[in-house]
Each structure stands twice: as C-alpha cells, then as structure tokens.
C-alpha cells in the first residue's frame, strides 16, 4: 500500500476535459462536505502543456504535467485517478497499479472485453498488496439509486421479476452534429452501448446484486456519416446511435436495456424501473433527487407510486450535505464517489464496482454486439472468475 | 313524496346548454352503470321550441316543453332537475319543491343569500313531507374527492390544519374575448367567485365536515370592458375576474381559496391541498384519476407523496364502471351524482349537498364580497340554522 | 350493402362481459353526442339465456338473443359488433360479412394468422359489395393519439427515428391471481402479447403509416402455474406475461416493444414514445387526456416538451363533446369509434384499421412469436397483401 | 473602494452554520466554475473559538477569528459576507461598510423596517464611494428563475395579470419539534413570513421589475407551544408558522402570496406562477432545473406547458457549469451569486437584489403584519426612497 499513515493521501488525475472538470470538482469538495482522509490535490495531468497548466490552476490542482507515467513515479501521489478517453485505460491503470497507486477509472472500464480482463487480474494482484481500485459508475452514488438498492436488498420489492432500464440523450440527434472521436469505433470502442448502456447495465447489476447470464440485443445507426468538425466534408459514423437489449440474470429476473443519443428531447434521461411481487421502483436522472415507490403491502385504496424526495438526513450520503429539501445536483455524486473512495482506502475495503464489476459490464456489451452480429440470437455471457476463462 | 312504488320515477330537465348536455348524458347513462331505481326521461324544458326540440331528440328525451310551469303538473315527473341560469333558481326550485317534485338543482344555489334562505326555507318544509333536494357541486362525487373525504373522515390527516384550494380558468384570457351574460353581474350574480369559488368553498366544507365561520376577500376584474358577441361595441363587465379569500373553520383550520378565469394554460384546474399533523392530500381536476397523499407514519425513508389512481374497484363509485386503470372522465361524476340522487329518494335519505349546504356556500360568497367592499377586512359568516336569521 | 336508406341501422352486439359494456356504452351514447345516422340497439347476443337477457335490459338493448347465426339472418340488423373472445371472431365474422352485415370485431382480430387471414379475405370480397368491416383498436381514437398521428404527418416530427412503445399492467403481479381462460393458450392465443402488445403494434403502425418489415422477440411467464378460481387446485399457465421485441419498419425506423402484466403499480399504462428529427412526441394512457410534444424548431431556451391537454374544440373528436378543460374518459374512445364507423357506412368509405391492418398485427404476433422460438433471431415479417402469400 | 488591482480580493464570511456553510461551498468553487477576479477565503467568523476553528479548516478558510468588528479591520479583507442571524445584520453591516469593504448580506436583510432603513441608508452612502452591497435572495440566481425573468422582460408574457406565489415547508408540521430562536419573535422577527414570505415577495419584484403598492395578509400559529430542545419544558411560540396575503403592484398586477412551515409533505417548496395575456410560467424549486412556460402564440392544437430543463449552455449561468441534461443542485445558486457579486466589485456596477431591494422586502412585510392587525384590511406600503420618508 503506497499511502503513508502520516501524511495526507496525494490525488493525482489525468484528464481536464468534461470528466477531468468533474472528478476535480469531487476532488476539491469532497474534504469539505465529508469526513474523510486528509488529501491533497497533487497534480492534473494532461496532453498538452499550456491547456493542462490551465485546467489544473482552474480546478484547484497544486501542479500539472503531460507525463503520466513520471506521475506514477512521485512519492506524493498515492491515488491515480483516470479520466483519459476508454483506449487509454488498461494501460494507465495496470501500470498505476503496478507502481502500487489506488486506481479510480472512469467508466467504461475498457474498449475491449481483453483490456478489462487484463485490469480486472491486475486489480486482483494489486488488491493482495492492498492497492486498491474502482471503477466510476459514479451513478450508484446518486442517493436515489443507493436508496433503491437498500429497499431491494430489504425485500421492500420482494421478489424482483423485470427491469426497464433505458438512457435517452439526443446530442446526436441533429444530423448534421458533428464526426467527433466519440464516434470513431477505434477510439470510442462503441457509441451508446459503451457509453450509456454500461450504466444502465451496471445499475441493474448493482441495483439487483445479480448478474447477467444470457442477452439477445442490436445495435443500430440512425446517421451514417456525419460532417467533420471542420466542416470540410463527411465521414462515417464507425459507432451505434442506439442500442436495444433484453438481459436474462442469473436469478431468472428479465431486464430490457434500450439507449438512444437521438431521442429528441431527452438530454440526460437515465431511466429505470423496477418491479417485484411487493413492490416497484422508478428513477429518472433528470429529476435525480426522486425516487417512485410503490408499495403494495398498503391497503389498495391507497396504493400508488410515492415520489420520496431523497434529500432527508436518513437518506444514503445526505447526512453530510444540507438540510432536507436542499436539491443535489447532478455533480455530487462525484463527491460522494470520491468520499466512498478515500474511505475505502482508509479501512482497506475492497470499493464497488471493482475492476471485476467493470468487466462483467464489458462482457454483457461484447455479448450484445455478438448477438447484433448474429441477427439478435440470445448470446450466453461468460461470467467466469477473471483467469478461470 | 310524488313517487309511485309501482311506475319508475319521471325526470324533467331544465335547460339543455352545458349543463343541460351534461345533466341529460347522466340520465341518459346513470341505469345503465349503477343499480338505481326505475326513472324515465320524462322532458327537456328550455325556452325556444325548435331547439329545445332538437335537443330532447338528440339527448334522450320523451319529450319537449317550453314551459317549465306546466311540467311541474305532470302527475308522470317525479325529478325536477334545474339547469337553467342562477337567476332562475329559486323561482323554479321553489315552486318545483311546493308541486310536491324532488329538486336537483346546479350551483351555485342560486345569486343571492336571499334567494338562497327561501329555497333553503322551502327544501326544509318539502323534506318534512317526504320531498328530497339536492344543489349540484357535482365534484363532491369525483372518485378521488370522495376518497379524499373518506381518508380524512378516517383520521389518515391527523389533525387538519390548513387547506389550499383553488380554481383556474383562462377562457377570459383573451382581452377580446366577448360579454356574455356570465360578465353580466345582474344575471351572473358575480363572475369567478359564484362560478368557481363556490366549488372551492363547497369542496372545503365537503372535506372537511366543518363550516366557514369568517373570511377575508379580494375580487379583481382585469379587462373591465370586453366587445359584445356582435362586435359592434364594447360593454362593462361587472363581475369579477378573479378572487382571492382567506377563510376561517369553525374547527380554526385555515384554508386559502383564489381562482380565476384569466390564469392562462389553466384549463379546468380545481387544486386541493389539504395539509394535517399525520397526512396531506393534493388533487387537481386536469388529472382527476388521481389522487396525492403524503402518509406521515411511513418510515422517513420511504416518505412522499403517493399519486393514487383512483380506479380501483375499492374506491368510490368505481365498482360499478370499469376494471382497474380504465379512467373515468369529467361527465362521469353526473352520472354518479344522478345515481346517488336517485337512491337518495328510494331510501328516502337526506341527499347531499342539500340546499342548506348551498346556502352555506352562498354566505361565504356574500361575505368575501363584503370584505372586499371593507377593503380586505374581515368579516364573521352568518352561519345560523335556516329560519334563525 | 344491407343498409336501408329510409329506416335506421339496426345494431346487434355479442358480447356482454367488460367489451360488450363497454360497446354497449358507445352505442348508447354515441347518437347523442355526436350527428351520426340514425341507428338501433337492435339486440345483445350471449350464451346463457337469462345472463344475457338482464344485460340488454342492463344495458339498453331492445332484445338479447343467445343464437347469434340467427340474428345475422334478420334484415333489421345491419351492424354486427363482435365482442366476444378471440377464438370465436374468425367464424362470427366471416358468417356476418357473408349475410351481408357490416362488421366491428374487437381485437385482436383473431388468435391465429390463418383465421386473420380468412378474415381479411372475407373484408375484402364483402367490400365490394359495399359492406365494411373494422378491428376495434380502439386507442385509435383516443383524441391525444389521433393528433399525435395528425402531427406526425403533417411532419411536426421531422423524420421519424425510433419509437419506445410499452404497454403495463400488473393484474397478474399477484402470484396468487387465479387461472382464467385468458391464461389458456387454446382460447386466448396468447397472452400479454395478443392482448396488449398488439396495441402497441397497431400504434405503431397508425402512427406512422408504416408496417413492420422484421422482428426480433422474446416471451417470459414468471409465474407458470396458478390456481384455478375455485381455488382446488393450481394449472399450468400457457401463454406469456410479458413479451419484449424490436421491430424494424419499412421506413428503417426502429420501435421497441415491451409489454407486461406482472408490471406492479402500472394499471393501465400505454406509453408511446416517438423521436424524429425535428419533434417529439409522449403519451401515456393512464394520463389520456395529454399528449406531450417537444418542437426542436422552437429557440433552445424554450425547448421543452409541452403538455398538451387535448380537450380544445380543435382536438380531434372534441368540438362535440364538452368545452376545453373537460377530460374524456377511457370509454369514450369506443363513442369515438362507434361514431367513425356509422360514418364510415353512411359515405361508404373503407374505416380504419381494417381487418387487413389487424392481419398485420397478428403477422407480427406470429413473427414475435417465432423470433422467440429461435432464441431472439430476427424474423422477416410476411406483409403481402391478402391472397398474395 | 476597498480592493487592490494588484492582489486577490479578500473575503470574510461571519456565521458557520448552514448558511455559512452554504456561502463557504460557493466561495470554494466560485473561482473554478466561473471566471472571476482573484480572490482568497481569508476568514471565517464565529462566536466559539473551538468551532469556528474546525468549521474554518473544514470548509477552506485560511484564517478563523471570533471577533467580527477586528476582522473589519483587516487590509487583506476586501468583501464581508454575512451569514448571521437576522438581529446582528444591521449593525454589522453598517459597520463593514463604513469599513469600506463590499457586504453581502443573507436575507432577510434584517428584522425590522427600521434597521433595514439605516442599511440601505448606508449602502446608498458606500456607492458612493465605489463600496458596493448585496443582500442574497439567492433564488435569484437559479438558472430557471433567472430565465423566468428575462422571459418577462423580453414580453413572453404579454401583459402580466397575476402571480401565484408560495413557499411551503413542514419542518414544523411536527407539534413536538422544538422551540428554537427562530421562532422566538425577539430573534428572527417573525416566523414564515420573514424566512421564505420574503423570498416570494422578492421573487415577484424582481420577476415583473415592479414593487409591491399594497397588501392585505393574515398570519397564523398552529402550535402556539413547544417544547424546549432539552425537553425540560414548552415554551411560547411567538413568530407565524403561516402566512397569505394579496399584493397589488404598481402595475396593477395582483399577486397572492402563501407560505408555511406546516406543509406536511413540502420540503422547500417555493412555487411561482406567472399569468400574463400572451403567456404564463411555473416554478417550483423542489424541481429547480426545470421551468414550465406556456405560449399562447403558439396554434391551438400544440398549445401546452412546456417542461424547459434549463440545462443547456445557452440558459443563465450554464455555459460554465456542466453539459447539458447534468442537473445543478440548491448549492450551485450560491455560487452563481458569488460570481455576480465578484464580478460586480470588479466592474463597479450596483448589485441587484441591492440593500434598497431588501428594504422594499421588508416594508412588505411590515404592512402585512400591520394588516393582519387590522384583520385583515389593506394598507398602503410606503415605497419611498431611502431618505424621503
């Protein structure tokens, strides 16, 4: 373990784009909301200098440098935090956690089912040398959805039957928004299905405690070329627009999975709901701070879906945030991640989702696009231990 | 009591416009949903031959007449149901009730206290003689604003404390929409405050079981001239636009009323919010299949408002309608009311609201009126038993 | 045509459980609500003699017959209206349209492609003849769904991309719920996916004015066994309780289909999402009255999908009902229906959807269905035209 | 003018409770959201030594002090924030402002007409010498409402007729929740309608750009006793837990105003609606990214409330927090005032809500307690200028 009980732990991330802004937010708040382990913002790491020099004295970052592996040479930096684009993971990680730092990796995990395993055994490893990892499905630290995994766990649904679980953006609905990387198949690895049905498919993982067995899915790209971003002429679109899936747990539970970023209209619409013999669920990102409960051990006449405002003091992580009826936003999370993070490295528990928790989503997205290419056939999904395979 | 046990019961309608429609389309509809007594669609009575003939044809009637005087001689009308403007309901409603013929009668009772006591008067000396009345704050049989009752009747609120209700309109909207008679204060009585105060006030009285004891009141009038229906010029409106009051229970609730006919994209929107020390109730006439309860003994974890979808076979009227989730409409509180009206006479039990509940209505009206005349102040409700004036 | 131009269309219902009331309602109604032929309730056929006859005193038919061959023989029916279960439509049918009488038959058309097929073979030999016939896809005519279809053709919506259409409900969420004939194979075809998904597919279908080219499908009972309504012993469930598809259209739009009774707090809920390129539409049947519509050519700072309440006069089937802000009711979209189809008869044009439209939902049933035999593979749907295959 | 060009601004916040806390999370992160002028957390104030010590390493501040009046005389102390209760805001905000330092200022801007007198008096005298003064109705800056407001002025509206406006809580709806300073008279004034009438009044001055002519209000106390936090005893109740009243503008407008802490079930419920004769608006803060419009300009047939989730870069204060569909939180408006109170030090403009905004709030007030003596009556609010009265 590469953190000293007598100093402070040193952050280090690499990234200063959207995720890099956000995780730094985190970084900055999270010893201020939360009783957590002293840390220090050490550096933020980038590509270019000038850009990375400037994103690291805007976002609260002692230092700055485009050398990621110098990074995982210094002393003072015991937690790397990834938020490079998904091809750069497996190999910032593994060697993050060779060097002996704690790893927290945004999602997805990887680009490839090959590159998650080889993190995942890398994570095992490390994890016998207490070097810990962790995966950012920040979205399980939205208190709605940690209070419907609670209810879950409870038996509040009793026995879980199906999921719905959707994602709907519509920044590529216009067909004439531009060929970016994110939809380049060699840099994005998938479009949609990588990006936003690995959150609906870790949700329904996480939300259940369960794992996905067998899928049938498709894939499918409303607008085949788009324009550069120059303008100067057209490319193709190498990644999905959409993605449809049914998911068959382990449990027997059944989960329709469907993702879109051409659903006009819907601009960040993590949608899930969630039925059982006694009880049913719904959360909607774009209202995060609600979750519906219906509960069916009331009496009929009042029966209904209640809309419970989690921002009570009794709700997960709301304790150290405001008084009730103070909304949270959507860039908390990432504090509460964060906060999640640093304490698991003070009790030396192992954090979820793990390294293993990313590659069972990037098996079950490998799976979908496997069934897509057989015309929807049901795929089995290998589950296996990481090595056993 | 004009009903023979050996002939079913005879109605005659009073009017055929909108409420006229509406009142015919429950006779026509109330035997064929809910067990009731034997009636007939006797007569429409209205004032022009050839359209009161058209109408009867088209709604279901027997008959037609253009003289409601000679109807109320029919040995073959049992029901006298009056549609016809405020102004005339006192006048028909008490000589109805002195043939011997059971009275329902639209709201608001009627355009003045004093012609609300003489029906009140004259329903009470009816009653002794077996003669049954009725005023039609239809609302009072949505499913959801009978559940409301029934669960606070129950104690589901604890202890009432306050209650927000309100009516918005936006027909009026438009500056240039024309002047009708209903902006006419000498054939309207008032404008918002008659027309849809009155259902706030019944509704609050209704859910409840108490009775206002004092008030504060507002009344504007926006546009005060409008064009006539022709266009040729422009009249004075002399009713109010809008209204707002604070009114004062008997038990100290306090509840809040304002409606008006210029809130614009308010199409039919009678709000109630009902607050308690154990529970709270909201509902909203534009979605009036539902019904928000706040439960305050649910674990805080789990707390929120239920949206209750009031089509259960458990929940009132609903047993005799459709199978859950089948949503009644607006016409369908008439056909309740007609039902309840009608087992009202067979069991010779006293309906309700009976016309001393609209009488009640009727002096809040008059004292908010006052209040606004005294600039706000407030003003104690003559709530005296009829007669002791 | 069997109609005579000087005597009124005599009507005869089979059926008298939940959609012989409700059609029985529509016809009652639908001569007083809107300007419609001159038409009778002729006679209410069932099977058990004194049932039968107590629902057409019930329910305002003249006569109840339980011989429903010999009603087609009288020449003062000129309508037969088919509501009883699904096994029996193809021989009911065919032998009304071959006696001349113009047929409403309630969905789906049939339990099986072949009897859909004879069907529509009989649709299109008695249309020559000038005798029409309809499937009751009933939501048609909800007024929030035919706008949303006039908008979508008037091209509100751009280019349609993907639609999102469910169908909810959980009167099978109690494992307990008894074992009906609707749970029998034999007799219902199938289960929530004859009995709900065909709605979404006949949605689907209308709304675009597309047809389904390939499926993808799966099918899932959760609870396979139930006890039988005397409650003596448990049987086996043989249809689904919840089915899940893609369906590829013609267009290359791609509609997701989910479907389910075992959907715990959902008691009615057809949602229908449809995305374009330039407009969005939702709706949802437990909120029937609004319809949802985000317009992406409005400025981005007032983007936003607009609630759209549809009880304007200029809403379809509104101007004769009531004025704005008076909600319709579930069972008023069979008035609806009822009034198009005496329209359709008086000016002898081919109604909507005709029994060719319900052959193609019961092709893609079948396709959903065979999908599902192959473990989710994709299904070329056959749509040639009737007599083509 | 208190600040240097040639070092960072320094700021001083006075209170560590949940305002303070709140206005030290803005201050954090105002500097790396938003592009604003250098500046420091120099210090923070309180009354214990110990706990203003941990709260000032907890929420980022240099320096803790217990002794205010020193601090005002600090060099490196350019802006004091006071998040104090409201009896010590006069006295200290005189003070720092005779200081020369900028002065923000929670609202209300004090406990009685007088003192906000004397302070408005003396930020009229500072901006004179460049000393600029602020009080923080943050709600202001909610993305939402800020929109709202330029709606308004850009006469989305039409003519604007009437506002609803309420801010509903229940953190009171227990009779056993304890007797705290704020509901002691002497302390906080009064009750509700200091808290949060106070904002609904500066809500509908700031939206329309009007002030408020005359009012009529009515307070209530449902609990008149509680029992002292420790239990040992119940004590008085001497502030309002309810409030209502009718405002009339200087344009005629007429507002209504509601708001209570009994509201079982409303957690920070501040609901505004605007009517005018082209369009209205609703707001509500449970759900603060959200804003409902409704166009009348629009046709008939898609007129509706449009849900505008003011998330996209193109709404006020977006463009610099997250992408969009990423939800701001309650926090986030904290630091959108920061940044306008820093931006206007650093350009020498008056910032709005100025003190001479929080005196017309407060006058309000005053008149409505001074008409709920009166029972009720209206009373003219005098809106002089500072000096004149």
Chains 1, 2, 3, 4 share one sequence.
Request: hydrophobic letters at 45%; charged letters at 20%; aromatic letters at 8%.
């Amino acid at each position: 373990m590469s953190s000293s009980d007598s100093r402070p732990l040193g952050v280090a991330t690499i990234g200063h784009a959207f995720m890099g802004k956000a995780h730094s937010n985190a970084w900055r708040n999270v010893g201020k909301i939360f009783d957590v382990p002293q840390y220090n913002q050490v550096v933020l790491v980038g590509r270019d200098q000038a850009r990375t020099l400037s994103a690291a004295q805007h976002f609260g970052w002692a230092e700055a440098s485009t050398d990621w592996r110098s990074v995982l040479e210094r002393d003072d930096v015991d937690i790397v935090d990834i938020c490079s684009p998904g091809w750069l993971h497996a190999e910032m990680a593994i060697a993050a956690l060779e060097a002996g730092k704690h790893v927290l990796v945004e999602k997805p995990l990887a680009n490839t089912v090959a590159e998650a395993e080889a993190m995942a055994a890398a994570a095992e490893t490390a994890a016998a040398a207490g070097v810990l990892s962790m995966v950012g499905f920040t979205y399980r630290r939205v208190p709605a959805l940690a209070l419907a995994r609670q209810l879950i766990a409870d038996g509040a649904l009793g026995e879980v039957r199906q999921v719905r679980a959707s994602y709907l953006q519509d920044w590529l609905a216009d067909p004439e928004a531009p060929l970016t990387w994110r939809l380049d198949r060699n840099k994005a690895g998938s479009g949609a299905l990588g990006d936003i049905a690995s959150h609906t498919i870790d949700q329904v993982q996480f939300l259940l405690g369960d794992t996905v067995r067998e899928v049938s899915g498709r894939l499918h790209t409303f607008t085949p070329s788009r324009p550069f971003p120059d303008g100067s002429r057209r490319g193709e679109v190498t990644v999905d627009d959409a993605a449809w899936a049914t998911l068959t747990m382990a449990s027997g539970v059944v989960a329709s999975v469907d993702v879109s970023r051409v659903a006009l209209g819907r601009k960040n619409a993590l949608q899930i709901e969630i039925y059982g013999t006694g009880g049913a669920l719904k959360f909607d990102l774009e209202r995060l701070n609600e979750l519906e409960f219906f509960d069916r051990s009331r009496p009929i006449q009042t029966q209904g879906f209640s809309t419970i405002l989690t921002t009570e003091p009794q709700h997960p992580y709301l304790e150290n945030w405001w008084p009730q009826g103070h909304m949270l936003g959507w860039a908390d999370s990432f504090t509460n991640q964060a906060r999640d993070f640093l304490l698991n490295i003070a009790t030396q528990t192992q954090p979820t989702p793990s390294f293993a928790d990313g590659l069972a989503v990037q098996r079950v997205l490998a799976a979908i696009e496997e069934s897509h290419a057989q015309r929807g056939t049901s795929i089995a999904v290998n589950q296996l231990p990481v090595g056993a395979s």
